[in-house]
């Protein structure tokens, strides 16, 4: 978490790799590349592959690795980092709070750093794998003020993270329109992904405010692009 806000503290943006653990095959297509992003995520709505994915990406990379679970099978105490998120927008206790009721104590027990992150799920114009998993309507990217409203009842909640999230494989990345509206009353690191598929829509997301961008589709697909997302994100912010 240090390194997350002492980037935000210096204006430095980070990229982070979205690796799904269901998909050994992309780490190998990725591997060349997994020393480039500034923090590599693991996580997915289905995945019960974590362990094993976190100790292949140890092979490859000397990059944070943060856990970013969705559901409690895909926790590992070999990452870094655990994403201890909220799905601000769930709508029974099965999403909102049971999971993590269920897995608490094993957390504390393993001393990893648990980073509590409220993760808000925006309409990408495609039905995402989240919120197939979670019952979890999306909220209408028209709909700014209550994505405003509830990043700021994360913040005042206590989360130390706030992620705006398209789903997997957006059709429509969050807009810079929002992201502005969010950073605006956030104080927190924000966190953005889903549907960014060009260094141009990972720029704007930047400029509107956005800390961290997250990719993970796209680069499964073209792993080679990860070079030129963080020469131009480089050229643009620096290190």
């Given at each position: 978490m240090?390194?997350?806000?002492?980037?935000?503290?210096?204006?430095?943006?980070?990229?982070?790799?979205?690796?799904?653990?269901?998909?050994p095959v992309a780490i190998e297509a990725l591997s060349p590349h997994l020393c480039l992003p500034d923090l590599i995520f693991?996580?997915?709505s289905t995945g019960h592959q974590t362990e094993a994915c976190v100790t292949q990406l140890r092979q490859y990379t000397n990059r944070p690795i943060l856990l970013f679970p969705g559901n409690i099978a895909q926790f590992t105490p070999t990452?870094?980092?655990?994403?201890?998120?909220?799905?601000?927008?769930?709508q029974t206790p099965d999403v909102l709070i049971n999971p993590h009721v269920q897995?608490?104590?094993?957390?504390?027990?393993?001393?990893?750093?648990?980073?509590?992150?409220?993760?808000?799920?925006?309409?990408g114009e495609r039905k995402s794998s989240v919120e197939m998993a979670t019952n979890c309507t999306p909220i209408s990217q028209k709909d700014v003020d209550t994505i405003v409203s509830m990043a700021v009842a994360g913040q005042l909640l206590g989360k130390s993270l706030i992620y705006l999230e398209a789903g997997s494989g957006a059709h429509t990345p969050v807009s810079p329109?929002?992201?502005?509206?969010?950073?605006?009353?956030?104080?927190?690191?924000?966190?953005?992904?889903?549907?960014?598929?060009?260094?141009?829509?990972m720029l704007r997301a930047y400029e509107a405010g956005a800390?961290?961008?997250?990719?993970?589709?796209?680069?499964e697909q073209y792993p080679d692009e990860i070079a030129d997302f963080v020469r131009i994100k480089q050229d643009k912010y620096g290190e």
């Open positions: 240090q390194e997350i806000l002492s980037a935000q503290g210096n204006a430095r943006k980070l990229l982070v790799v979205l690796i799904d653990p269901d998909k693991v996580g997915g990452a870094d980092a655990l994403l201890f998120l909220t799905l601000l927008n769930a897995v608490a104590q094993e957390v504390l027990r393993s001393g990893i750093e648990s980073i509590p992150m409220g993760y808000i799920l925006v309409d329109d929002i992201i502005r509206a969010v950073r605006a009353q956030l104080q927190l690191p924000l966190i953005v992904g889903g549907g960014i598929t060009t260094p141009q829509a800390d961290m961008v997250v990719i993970g589709n796209h680069f």
